[in-house]
């Protein structure tokens, strides 16, 4: 079982965009939702408000922020698309769609996939809102692009699999 999180509130989408207010004190949050919960490794996207979404919890568990460039946000298109709204909601239903200067959902999907499977049980993994929804995807497939529009900031869930059984369960939002 790991615990995938999605980022707190942040200023803004850039790689260097810092949390709010508001998410500084979601991620204060986050530090008291972890305690007791048995977490032994933390790795985060390295996008400024993915870390700073998760330092105070790794703070108080004592434990360092691994960052891994996988867990970054998925990129739709590198175009500027008035219409990407209903770009990315086909690319939830057609996994292979690749726009011009993105990646398809399968590619960020099974970027992220290597981290999720490479950590340890007991881990927590802070991620983006659409490579998040890409990876509940993968495990629950009725998890598509209305389950990505129902995500919060911040967002838990556990997923737990099996050779035989995959579970996803939101713990907090």
């Given at each position: 079982?790991?615990?995938?999180?999605?980022?707190?509130?942040?200023?803004?989408?850039?790689?260097?965009?810092?949390?709010?207010?508001?998410?500084?004190?979601?991620?204060?949050?986050?530090?008291?939702?972890?305690?007791?919960?048995?977490?032994?490794?933390?790795?985060?996207?390295?996008?400024?408000?993915?870390?700073?979404?998760?330092?105070?919890?790794?703070?108080?568990?004592?434990?360092?922020?691994?960052?891994?460039?996988?867990?970054?946000?998925?990129?739709?298109?590198?175009?500027?698309?008035?219409?990407?709204?209903?770009?990315?909601?086909?690319?939830?239903?057609?996994?292979?769609?690749?726009?011009?200067?993105?990646?398809?959902?399968?590619?960020?999907?099974?970027?992220?996939?290597?981290?999720?499977?490479?950590?340890?049980?007991?881990?927590?993994?802070?991620?983006?809102?659409?490579?998040?929804a890409l990876l509940l995807?993968?495990?629950?497939?009725?998890?598509?692009?209305?389950?990505?529009?129902?995500?919060?900031?911040?967002?838990?869930?556990?997923?737990?699999?099996?050779?035989?059984?995959?579970?996803?369960?939101?713990?907090?939002?």
């Amino acid at each position: 079982m790991v615990y995938l999180v999605r980022h707190c509130r942040a200023s803004g989408q850039q790689p260097e965009a810092e949390l709010t207010e508001e998410g500084k004190k979601q991620a204060q949050g986050l530090a008291d939702f972890f305690k007791g919960k048995g977490v032994i490794h933390i790795v985060s996207s390295p996008y400024t408000r993915a870390v700073q979404s998760i330092a105070p919890a790794a703070e108080h568990l004592g434990l360092p922020v691994e960052t891994d460039a996988r867990l970054v946000e998925r990129v739709l298109s590198t175009e500027d698309l008035p219409d990407w709204m209903e770009h990315l909601e086909r690319s939830f239903s057609d996994s292979d769609k690749k726009l011009p200067g993105g990646e398809s959902g399968r590619e960020a999907a099974e970027r992220g996939l290597e981290v999720l499977r490479s950590a340890p049980a007991q881990s927590i993994l802070v991620t983006h809102g659409n490579l998040m929804a890409l990876l509940l995807n993968h495990f629950e497939p009725d998890f598509g692009f209305e389950g990505w529009k129902a995500l919060a900031n911040p967002d838990i869930f556990e997923v737990r699999w099996t050779e035989s059984e995959r579970t996803i369960k939101r713990v907090m939002d």
